[in-house]
């Protein structure tokens, strides 16, 4: 073991900035919530940043139609923040699917639901 | 992937190997957690490094051994389903009134597949073999204290995963279990070769005899449940957050033995972080064969695939791609 220790503390000091897994950090609207009016945009901020060419905002109803969106776009200023332009959506639950790839490669995918009072 | 942490039967009864194990893996959008006292169902680039324990040795009278461990395994991907992984360690037996017995563990290398994931049930499920080398670490009188094999064994092992996120109640699916379940096959079996003419005890050829063993985790992921569940608005630092409990088991499987059954369960707290996680668990013996008093298991857990993911971190088969 005092061979080893200092190999791994080696390893990470040459080792390239750490990337990793992109888990979902926040949302709007948020995961699980009610809310009483359904904002204009659906926005993910993941831990990582995420290729928008690479990943997906997939929007479902209740009856688990698809929801017609806009493409998922990233901030200019921040590529961790994934969104879909929202068309007005009526009362009812929605489940969110996502599939995303971050900026190096890493895949990762999740789903949640929130639901539209009025 | 396993380490053998070796846990103390009574004494006079030598040492019985219990697995230890490591790593993670994604089953849909549930990841597996790098569990400590077993192996869970992935195939990674990682490394455990080290993984600290400490446990006090059963006794039939007077102060316990404590057995401290410093151990550290590294995992690599060869395909994406398919890898390897090499481990060991170094002991020390402290018995109060007694020279410390200290030694480097036997190596143990490990080869695993991946055969199975469904995503959308969150389920993974590999299988696996183990050899351990005998020789390879402390022999003679510290490797005999220790209970460290003096000849080699392989193990064939399953290994599974299940994600609880396609059950209807919205706070109980961000639980998970795994668990594995091996058959250690000794090179050399276990034999009686006399008997001692004080006590009348049978004495042993340098054998083993075979040995099940295996283990379940129940984990409870805090970031499937703000990710996948209910965003409760919890700081960050606790999202990251896995508590766990696992229980490990090993039984003799063939005649004569030496050993006994033990449990030894773990109940702690995994921290996940974006290249890292650390996790501590207090050690509680399940049965007096592997106990009286409880000890601690911690280690720092690196994942390759994020800190190399150009390099280290990825299959070996995909490095002149």
Redesign the interface.
Known sequence: ?RR??PF?LA??IT??P????A?????SP????DIAVAPPELAITF??GVEPLFSTIELRDAGGAVVATGKPHVAPDDNRRLAIDLPKLPPGSYTVIWHVTSV???K?????RFTVAH | MHRPILFAAFAGAGLLPIQAAFAHG?A??HMFISTLLIDDPNVADE?S??TFSFLPQPTDGGPAPGLYA???EFDKRITENFGGSVAA??QWLRTPGAKTANGWENVEATLKYKFYVN?EHEFMASVGVSREFARTGANGTNGAVLGFDDSSSTTPKIYWGKGFGDLPI?FLRPFAITGTLGYTIADKKLKVIGSDPDTGDPLFNNGNANQWSGGLSLQYSM?YL??????VGLP?FV?RLTPVVEVAWSSPASRPNQDSTQYLIGAGVNYTA??YAVTVEALIPGNRQTGSHMGVIAQFH??F??????S?GKPIVDWWN
Do not use: C, W
């Open positions: 073991m080893a220790v791994a390893m990470l080792a390239s750490a990337f990793a897994h888990f979902l950090e926040r949302a948020p995961v699980g919530s831990t990582e190096d490669t890493h990762t995918e999740g789903s949640y | 994604f849909g959008p490394a490094l080290p410093l151990e550290y360690g170094y995503p919205g970031r703000q990710s996948q569940v209910k965003d960050e999202n974006q290249a690196l994942y695939d994020d800190i190399f993911p150009n280290l």
